[in-house]
């Protein structure tokens, strides 16, 4: 016989980085970060930064939600297992008919400790964020709001911007998008992405005295790779 699924699954317990690997982190951008895992882990661009007054650089713990489309019932739950400052990452179902919240939800968000929304839908009351100064990534605004029906699930993975995302990864977000780093692969990719951030600002200063052409592509364009013809 048939039976109803729980109107809600909450997971309680989840990993977490520590400090200091959310430090590693910080102010370092998205494309670095995407860098360091060879292109991977970025969010579709069709999730983006909500709007240029709100914050616009993030950095934390994954808290994952899934609400289904058309509805926010677990929104409401997962504030339960929140810890300051999570980045929360939500599952819409990229449903895109109505907003997956409003200001209200995150105001609420914001005083249980979360430190920006990410989601697949889009979101309303677009000035009442701004004053909250809650950060945002969606895909775009519309004025409909969802039910408050489930089912749902806080703290369990999710799939979103064609990425699979579990509580306790790593999220970096700006306005250039939203990169998702594995748990298992935090140190390796900080370490990484401090590498390159030394080699490209050996590039900047290299342009800002007048670089054209870097070396290597002086010696492609030299060698017998390439066919010149008049």
Known sequence: MYEDPPLLTIKRTHR??????????SGVPTAVVSDAMD?????LGHIRHLDAALPSSVCGPALTVWTGAAD????????????????????FD????????GDSLGGMM?????????????????????????PVWCTGSISSTPFENGPGTAGL?????????ETGDMIVAD????????????????????HIMTLEADGERAVKDG???????????DSDRVKWID
């Open 211 to 221: 670089l054209v052409m870097p070396q290597s592509y002086e010696d492609l364009l």
């Open 72 to 91: 926010l019932l677990a929104l409401h739950a997962v504030k339960r297992i929140a810890t300051p400052g999570d980045v929360l990452v939500h599952g």
């Open 16 to 25: 977490r980085p520590s400090d200091a690997q959310i430090k590693a982190f």
């Open 175 to 194: 306005r250039d998008g939203v990169v998702v780093v594995p748990f298992d692969q935090i140190d390796a990719v900080a370490r990484r992405a401090a």
């Open 39 to 43: 292109g991977h882990g970025a969010l």
């Open 94 to 101: 990229a449903h895109q008919g109505c907003a997956a919240f």
């Open 110 to 134: 914001k005083n249980a400790g979360v430190a920006a929304i990410i989601t697949d839908g889009p979101v309303r009351d677009v000035t009442g964020l701004i004053a909250l100064q809650m």
């Open 157 to 165: 993975p999710v799939n979103i911007g064609g990425q699979h995302v």
